[in-house]
């Protein structure tokens, strides 16, 4: 079992920035055989995609509306993953979740709580 408890979140007016951080804890025996995500999820729809990283060699990928804006990055030292957030923008305003997907077997895919970003205007 993994917990995974996301930190960061906040209210900030477009353009500006915010770091979001997702520590795991648990039996991740290692954290290199994860690959972390961050969805989010605004009111009234349903929890999209915003990016995700390979702990194992540290590939990464980015939904097109926040592709150059905001940056997915690990430790696997510490367990973490973060999501540095700039150019924040109204639309950005969501509960961003963590997300772990583990990729040996037992496959588990595990969520944080949750930590609210607001952009205001």
């Known amino acids: 079992q993994v917990q995974l408890v996301e930190s960061g979140g906040g209210s900030v007016q477009a353009g500006g920035s915010l770091r979001l951080s997702c520590a795991a804890s648990g039996d991740t025996f290692s954290f290199s055989i994860f690959v972390m995500g961050w969805f989010r999820q605004a009111p009234g729809k349903e929890r999209e995609f915003v990016a995700g990283?390979?702990?194992?060699?540290?590939?990464?990928v980015y939904a097109d509306s926040v592709k150059g804006r905001f940056t997915i990055s690990g430790d696997n030292a510490k367990n973490t993953v973060y999501l540095q957030m700039n150019s924040l923008k109204p639309e950005d305003t969501a509960v961003y979740y963590c997300?772990?997907?583990?990729?040996?077997?037992?496959?588990?895919?595990?969520w944080g709580q949750g930590t609210q970003v607001t952009v205001s205007s």
């Open positions: 990283i390979n702990m194992r060699g540290g590939s990464t």
């Open positions: 997300n772990a997907n583990r990729t040996f077997f037992p496959r588990r895919n595990y």
